[in-house]
């Protein structure tokens, strides 16, 4: 019994594959049940509310606002994505997405700095953190769940103390004209913004030779580094784009309401986990991608927002944003165990 | 003497092959048993079958003092019937202090909540005392510890969870069993850990010592049993046999005689590659070169330091010193690093195919393709179609079975992982090819697929350096050999003196001594 546990290595080793029965199974890869089934699930559940509350949910003002108002969620899901595809969480995210919010109104605001620097200082902010984060990470081998905990910390410290904990309002006009105001097809710009990088990171991860290697640094450190893959500047990059996303979310936030408040940026950690880990079971999955993570954002939007829609207390978002985390992380799993038993041998 | 542990008839399968082959062997209490052979000879699958991490065939049977012991073992019964193992690795915890390592057997176990380290540490300092190990057991971490005091520590330790099992009024009488306990540990130190050992012998436990150095498992051990190919080639008295005797009985004759490829004769070319004063973790000023298109093998004994010349030389672990000239350039090894290497033409596939070669999860088309990823990107976009169809020709071309490149790369067998990582290298078409134990884990009709690729490879003007302990491969792809004894180059075998017998001979037979001789000689 145990020696069939045990010595499971070896005795794949010694087996050759079973090169006289090939299998014609199409692999999970290319398995459409498995790559759609997200994307099934949703269509699911615009149906139950559709039934439920037809009237309120499917009209084309509650799609504009579902679509619209998350965008802050997209870029900052994919903020989170870079690192993850290269192996590290990046916890700070939230931290630099609030302080480039407050940055903004600090700036703008009570500087009278033109929003056109307030928005590039607001970036080159994002970056430094990404900067300092992967110093740690690289060059003294620090475990980036805990760097980056701390940063975040650290960064909402200064938050607190730029804006006096108070709510600042009052962000240029023209900002919130390009973020929310202007519209193409009945759906605000932002939403344009997190698809455009969707696309891009798409593109990146998928269709370049650099953006493939990421996925070896994340899956086999070691691997990479003897394939001549520089591994930390990699680390580190991703990282730094990491911390320039965020703050572009932090931009997007500020420019939805015009007025950046110093503690509701948090929130959104935990959504941003949950969709970027449910969309690794979808599109390609079992691994974290780009297109997979921007259709579970909507997937998880559409539930909070037809669940408001039917009256339901505000609490419930904290059950449902924690409970889809924990379950998509469960499904996860389970595809890991499902590919690899559907392999041949 | 009485018998402490026999074993009978004890055979072992591995997915068609015999490990283990009808294996008897029986160790008398108070007695220091030696085990020997090869690798690959089933010295392994004999510990892990009492350790109970192998079921052994049906057939075998098992006696510990006098009581038969049903077989197989259940993981971790050892304990209860008085068996007790030391690892190579010893299984120590160096940042905990000596007492700590010294109970963690019994802290991991106990159902007692409290522990009282008071009496833990009067009990290990007796233990201590007892052979003769100087060392404070709260002071100290292990991590200070010299390495001989860290293997005596491992050694002790398993004797007193041994002495705590079973004991006949105060004295051990289960099976001590030190797996290679010496690779580590300097010459000099030895003395003092084969005292111990007799020692523990000499209170009525049996010790069965495992080591690939012939001349100390001759002063330690009463008899030798020596292993080859799964069987038991004999056992022998120590006082009446010699290390030359030794070697024979671990060599023994041929088994197969697979096809001899043509060596390449001397082509007089100019050494292309040549590597200068390399020092790493273990070896010392070790230089050689290589010709254009040839296959130099680098061996020796466990420890000996041979295996780290293709990570030094690939930068893959920081030499100490050393420069490697490769097409005329020099090269500094100390400022090397993989993705220079890669630059100046080297490639290297590394033994840890798991963890080092290939990444699992990823696709094999993933793995196979990561080095020519730019070749495909073109017009600002990778041609996936392109890349899909070429790694499935790619496969084919190496018969890797099946050749679906979307498949995970750890659904593959051994030898078709190996057939893929090794074409991997050869597509960027390196200068020079560095394999360290190319076919290990590798079936053997795969194995004869890595030989012809690396071949081919080296026909084709391409310098491979082969780091191996199988002596067989080493005979039959090598156009030369290296033997590495103690962390120095100390024989070299060329054209037809390389024959698997004696590249074994002169790893055995050259022993650490009279190979540190002849570089003091030279």
Redesign the interface.
């Known amino acids: 019994?145990?020696?069939e546990h045990?010595?499971l290595?070896?005795?794949?080793?010694?087996?050759?594959?079973p090169?006289s029965h090939?299998?014609r199974r199409r692999?999970s890869?290319?398995n459409y049940g498995d790559r759609f089934a997200l994307v099934g699930a949703w269509v699911v559940v615009i149906a139950i509310f559709g039934i439920l509350s037809p009237g309120a949910f499917l009209t084309a003002r509650n799609f504009s606002t579902i679509f619209g108002s998350q965008a802050v969620l997209v870029v900052l899901t994919l903020a989170l994505l870079i690192p993850l595809i290269a192996g590290d969480y990046d916890l700070s995210v939230v931290g630099v997405l609030t302080l480039a919010g407050m940055m903004l109104a600090v700036m703008n605001v009570q500087m009278h700095v033109p929003i056109g620097w307030a928005i590039l200082a607001a970036i080159a902010m994002g970056l430094t953190v990404g900067i300092i984060n992967g110093a740690f990470v690289v060059l003294f081998n620090i475990d980036p769940f805990i760097v980056t905990l701390g940063m975040q910390t650290v960064l909402i410290g200064i938050v607190l103390w730029i804006s006096k904990s108070a709510t600042i309002s009052g962000v240029s006009p023209s900002l919130v004209n390009w973020v929310v105001v202007r519209r193409l097809f009945g759906i605000p710009l932002e939403f344009y913004y997190g698809l455009v990088l969707c696309v891009a990171l798409w593109y990146f991860f998928?269709?370049?030779?650099v953006g493939?290697?990421v996925?070896?640094v994340g899956?086999?450190r070691?691997?990479a580094?003897?394939?001549?893959?520089?591994v930390g500047r990699v680390r580190w990059g991703c990282l730094m784009a990491s911390g320039a996303l965020a703050a572009l979310a932090g931009i997007l936030y500020t420019g939805t309401t015009g007025a950046a408040d110093p503690s509701s940026g948090t929130t959104f950690l935990l959504p941003a986990f949950a969709a970027v880990f449910l969309g690794g079971t979808t599109i390609t999955p079992?691994r974290f991608n780009a297109w997979g993570s921007f259709i579970a954002v909507y997937f998880l939007v559409t539930g909070i927002s037809g669940l408001s829609i039917l009256g339901i207390q505000t609490f419930v978002q904290n059950l449902f944003y924690g409970g889809a985390l924990i379950i998509a992380v469960t499904l996860s799993q389970i595809v890991?165990m499902h590919?690899?038993r559907s392999?041949?041998? | 003497m009485q018998e402490g542990v026999v074993v009978r008839h004890l055979s072992k399968t591995f997915g068609g092959q015999r490990a283990l082959d009808d294996v008897s062997l029986t160790i008398l209490r108070g007695e220091v048993h030696g085990l020997v052979g090869q690798n690959g000879s089933g010295k392994s699958t004999l510990i892990k079958i009492l350790a109970g991490y192998h079921d052994p065939d049906p057939g075998g049977h098992l006696e510990i003092n006098g009581h038969a012991v049903k077989l197989p073992l259940r993981p971790g019964a050892f304990r209860m019937l008085g068996l007790s193992f030391v690892h190579q690795d010893l299984g120590l915890l160096p940042s905990l202090t000596v007492v700590e390592n010294f109970r963690a057997g019994k802290i991991s176990t106990t159902s007692q909540w409290r522990i009282r380290w008071g009496v833990e540490r009067k009990r290990a300092e007796k233990a201590f005392e007892r052979y003769g190990l100087m060392v404070d057991p709260s002071a100290k971490k292990v991590e200070d510890l010299p390495s001989v005091q860290r293997a005596l520590l491992a050694i002790i330790r398993a004797v007193e969870d041994m002495a705590e099992a079973n004991t006949d009024e105060g004295h051990p009488k289960g099976l001590l069993v030190l797996d290679e306990p010496t690779v580590f540990l300097p010459k000099t130190d030895t003395d003092q850990l084969f005292k111990v050992v007799r020692d523990i012998a000499a209170s009525g436990a049996s010790v069965l010592f495992v080591s690939h150095d012939l001349d100390e498992a001759l002063a330690v051990c009463d008899r030798v049993t020596v292993l080859r190919d799964g069987h038991v080639a004999g056992t022998v008295v120590s006082t009446e046999t010699s290390t030359d005797a030794l070697v024979e009985l671990i060599i023994g004759r041929r088994l197969e005689a697979l096809t001899q490829f043509q060596r390449s004769e001397d082509p007089g070319g100019d050494s292309k590659v040549a590597v200068k004063e390399l020092t790493g973790p273990t070896i010392r000023g070790v230089s050689f070169d290589l010709r254009e298109g040839e296959i130099l093998g680098l061996t020796g004994l466990v420890g000996s330091g041979f295996e780290e010349v293709p990570y030094l030389m690939f930068g893959a672990t920081s030499a100490k010193t050393g420069h490697l000239t490769v097409g005329g350039v020099d090269h500094d090894l100390t400022k090397m690093r993989p993705s220079r290497a890669i630059e100046i033409g080297m490639a290297l596939l590394p033994a840890d195919r798991q963890d080092a070669g290939g990444v699992g999860s990823l696709t094999v088309e993933d793995n196979l393709m990561l080095q020519v990823l730019g070749r495909y990107f073109k017009t600002m976009w990778l041609h996936t179609r392109q890349l899909l169809q070429d790694s499935r020709n790619v496969l084919k071309e190496h018969d890797v079975r099946p050749a679906q490149p979307n498949m995970d790369f750890q659904a593959l067998s051994g030898g078709n992982q190996q057939k893929v990582l090794l074409a991997k290298w050869l597509q960027t078409g390196p200068v020079l090819l560095l394999v360290h134990e190319p076919t290990q884990g590798v079936d053997v009709g795969a194995r004869h697929q890595v030989y012809e690729m690396l071949r081919m490879a080296a026909s084709g003007g391409m310098s491979v350096v082969c780091a191996s302990s199988d002596y067989e491969q080493l005979s039959l792809i090598c156009d030369r050999v290296l033997v590495f004894a103690s962390g120095e180059l100390c024989d070299e075998l060329v054209g037809e003196e390389i024959s698997k017998d004696r590249i074994a001979e002169r790893c055995y037979g050259g022993g650490r001594n009279s190979c540190a001789d002849q570089i003091a000689g030279d």
Not at chain 1, 9 to 17: K, L, V
Not at chain 1, 206 to 209: I, L, R, S
Not at chain 1, 225 to 230: N, P, Q, W
Request: aromatic share 4%; charged share 25%.
């Open positions: 019994m145990n020696e045990l010595a290595p070896d005795a794949q080793a010694q087996h050759p594959a090169s090939p299998k692999l890869l290319g998928g269709y370049t030779a493939r290697r996925l070896f899956r086999g070691k691997v580094r003897l394939s001549g893959i520089r079992g890991k590919q690899e392999q041949p041998i």
